[in-house]
């Protein structure tokens, strides 16, 4: 009789728990956890940002300013916790927006977007709080997938490689996502986590590495700086197809000592797209001012430490747009940093046109601070020839 009461309260107990998993599964998933179908919808696509929320929108609780979420400039070192403190994800859709009639007209993948917008901060897989121990000069800081090991392992041998240059510290990190396809989670995972126990330079979060999730991973970092690192002087933050002289960068710093320092391939007055079959496009809906803040190509950048508390301040007071570099603008537009346009940052390349030879030549790398856009092959082969004994009839001043 024992045992028939005993199995008769595990068939109860597994009934409810199976109750409660279908019950939280059909409340809807947040960015970290979008299904199959949810994924390829997004690709089909994909989405573009902008800037704070609009004027006529203003009157709902959603898009309303909340007086908390006032910029304030305090010191970073008095307002932060003293490690990660998202330990579980806690997110559901904003069912409300539903009910409203702009949010109708838009397209599935902005309509997603949306309902998630809320759901700011993700727990870490893998942390090296480690890494900003010390006085850092420079920490080079690179956006990658989880399946791109190869571009990791070429940085980490040309422009990435952690040194000290006369005293001067350099130290580089990682920022993952977790992986699109639900079937290769679990294999990148382990391989991920063997690279992090060989190298020590990852950091990831629990949300997917998507191209909607991009500014998540911004105010990820932002969070984690101002946590673990305080005591970088410059940060140097990119894309993981660049070709970037870290000597370059640091001849260039020499001579800035402004708190307020980032600087990059700016773009003024730039327009929001609205061609729907443009990767970046976005409704009016979402965005109806006609330019964006002024902001710095997100294939690289460099910006001064202490600006990054504030800008993690500033980026709280902001909703989520999906385009990272955009966003950045946005944060500086809030405390009043305007970013400084430098010509060794080719975002586009070294001329726009593509199938130019100028792009291929090696005597106009040596002289930039950040090229893109190189897969790793022609990053390894252009370091190398960079590197050699290459003679330049003369040098580009432009640092």
Known sequence: MFQWKKKLYRGVCLTFFLAITVTVLQRGSPPGLFTQDEQKRLESSELLSAHKRETHLSN?????????????????NTDHPSEWDIISINCTANSNL?????????????????????????????????????????????????TQ???????????GK???????????????????????????????????KIYGDILQWDFLDSFFNLTLKEVHFLKWMNIYC????????????????PNNILEYLEGNSSPDLFAGDVLQKARPIRKKENKYYIPTSLYNKSHYPPYAGGGGFVMAGPLVHKLYKASETLELYPIDDVFLGMCLEVINVSPIMHEGFKTFGIVKNKNSKMNKEPCFFKNMLVVHKLLPDDLMNMWKLVHSNLTCSQKVNIL
Request: glycine residues 4%; hydrophobic residues 35%.
């Open 60 to 76: 709902d609780g959603f898009w309303a300013p909340k007086a908390d979420r006032l910029f304030t400039e305090t010191p970073y």
């Open 230 to 245: 305080h005591g970088v002087h410059y940060i140097f933050k990119g894309d993981d197809d660049v070709y970037v002289s």
């Open 162 to 196: 952690e040194k000290e240059v006369d005293g001067k510290k350099i130290k580089t990190l990682f920022l993952l996502g977790t992986a699109m396809k639900e079937d290769e989670r679990a294999n990148y995972q382990k391989l991920l986590e063997y690279e992090n």
């Open 149 to 159: 090991h190869d571009r990791r392992e070429v940085i980490r041998k040309t422009w």
């Open 98 to 146: 539903t009910k409203l009639s702009w949010f109708t007209t838009l397209e599935p993948n902005f309509q997603q977007f949306l309902l998630y917008r809320h759901c700011r901060y993700f727990p870490m897989i893998i942390n090296n709080p480690q890494k900003c121990s010390g006085s850092i000069t420079l920490l080079i800081v690179v956006k990658s997938i989880i």
